[in-house]
């Protein structure tokens, strides 16, 4: 019985390690000295990120880390933000686990894993990118989401990314098109010696039409960047072509950027086809509801469709160029967001495609071992995936077409 015991101990002593390693606990950090510069979030509170050392050879590489959570188009919807984490640094969580490419265990990261890691928290509604001067007379909100990106990375340099040798700037969904819309910018406010790339994951929105026809990203878009007065922190080269609204949809910028990046995508995003594709304006009788919530419950029509959504989405994607700087993973899953979780980034059973996973793509990219440009083939062709399930929508789609139910009009 004791042998018994101890044996059930040491099994779940390896099980905690084996779940440990996974991923790890960070602490928040406030930057209270931002808000005297008016680097604040929505309602005033100071930015936060989470830091995690780099170790070894890491010690002068950094990987920043952009968080997502949607858009808030209108004074509403970004006061509704305000009394939660992604609107006020009050609500966020103080400790938050890092994982996948954040990972500090070589096994399960090992290209970045002793880099120095940063996690920017998301708390101004504009992908990084507003400024508005004047506080909201109203609603006391502040507009200021391109500050908020300007004091976090120098407070970043003062703790040493300022002499790094080699930097990453990343994100996830809002975050990741941050990533791009800030990439150039942020190679510009680096050192000059330091090498500067950039990665977004599930960052890449495209300007689609709706199963009505309607193109209500485009319209919403152009509200969030009026709101927030965005436009002086989108790339000039395209917002001196088109309205600066447009210049939230990478398409129309990637062309442009000078600087190395890699596009991480689901060609089935699911927030995309929830959102652009499918959202509730547009299905006003909840047909698509059991296909939004798990692709294998699609009918044929429907699959006819979203691969006609995948179609237009690589057709989007081919505006980055051929460069060898830059690079892409388009695989055919039904996700958003693979970078950050360690099932999707480098695990027993992750997504593989051209006999690469994730992490192996990104990080032949990186470091210059090859030229990654992977493409998987049509849905249901990868038996990798792990595509997203879900009874309710996940938490960006209620955040745009709940709360800003006034622009998509979505059933209750």
Known sequence: MDRMRICVVVFLGICLLSVQVESYDVNITYLESAVITGAVCLDGSPPAYHFSAGFDRGVDNWLVFLEGGGWCDTPNSCLYRKNTRLGSSKYMETNISFSGILNNNPNSNPDFFDWNKVKIRYCDGSSFTGDMEEVDPKTKLHYRGG?????????????????????????????????????????????????????????????????????????????????????????????????????????????????????????????????????????????????????????????????????EFLKAVEKIGHASSKGMFINSCYAHCQSGIQETWLAEGSPVVANSSISKAVGDWYTDRDRVRIIDCPYPCDSTCHNDISHIPDQDFLLVNVINNWVFKSRS
Request: aromatic share 8%; charged share 20%.
């Open 147 to 311: 500050r908020i990106f300007e004091a976090v990375i120098d407070a970043l340099k003062e703790i040493g990314m300022n002499h790094a040798e080699n930097v990453l700037l990343s994100g996830c969904s809002a975050g990741g098109l941050a990533a791009i819309l800030q990439c150039d910018h942020f190679r510009n406010i680096m050192p000059g010696r330091t090498n500067v790339k950039c990665l977004a994951d599930a960052g890449y929105f495209i300007n689609a039409k709706s199963i009505d026809g309607t193109k209500y990203m485009q319209n919403y878009y152009r509200q969030v960047v009026r709101t927030h007065q965005s436009a002086k922190n989108l790339p000039s080269s395209c917002t001196s072509k088109m309205n600066p609204g447009l210049c939230f949809f990478p398409e129309n910028v990637v062309s442009e950027i000078q600087t190395p990046l890699f596009l991480l995508n689901a060609a089935y995003d699911s927030w995309q086809i929830k959102n652009i594709l499918a959202p509730g304006v547009a299905d006003p009788h909840g047909i698509w509801d059991n296909c939004k919530a798990d692709i294998t419950r699609c009918s044929s029509d429907q699959l006819r469709i979203m691969q006609g959504f995948r179609s």
